[in-house]
């Protein structure tokens, strides 16, 4: 009988050019930099500086709506494009935001080109 057994099957995956597209426009929804991030100053160990464009969260807490006043949390985040390194972040390296410095705690690869950062507020420059 011809059940089809034995016969290898093969799957080819295209990327066509609406798969790009959709991959492209996901891409600028989740992560877009021109309208979303902030630009800050990401200091390594070794000396090196560079300009990131990133997505701050400093996840204050507003006490009173009347005065504005803020508590900012122990923990900020920071989401920045892996791509923009020229060296690889460290546990250690320093980001200098709106003259706030941060020390980084940890920083974490999503899988998607996105860079996760939790942060410690170090001293206001």
Do not use: W
Not at 50 to 62: E, N
Not at 93 to 119: A, M, N, W
């Amino acid at each position: 009988s011809e059940e089809g057994f034995g016969f290898p099957f093969i799957v080819s995956i295209v990327r066509n050019s609406f798969s790009k597209m959709m991959e492209d426009d996901l891409q600028d929804v989740f992560f877009n930099t021109e309208e979303f991030a902030e630009v800050v100053v990401y200091m390594c160990k070794d000396g090196t500086t560079i300009q990131l464009p990133v997505i701050f969260d400093d996840q204050s807490i507003m006490i009173d709506p009347d005065t504005g006043a803020e508590v900012l949390s122990t923990q900020p985040v920071m989401q920045a494009q892996s791509s923009d390194f020229r060296v690889l972040p460290d546990k250690g390296d320093k980001v200098l935001r709106k003259g706030v410095r941060y020390q980084v705690i940890s920083h974490e690869p999503d899988g998607t080109g996105v860079t996760s950062f939790r942060l410690h507020h170090e001293r206001t420059v």
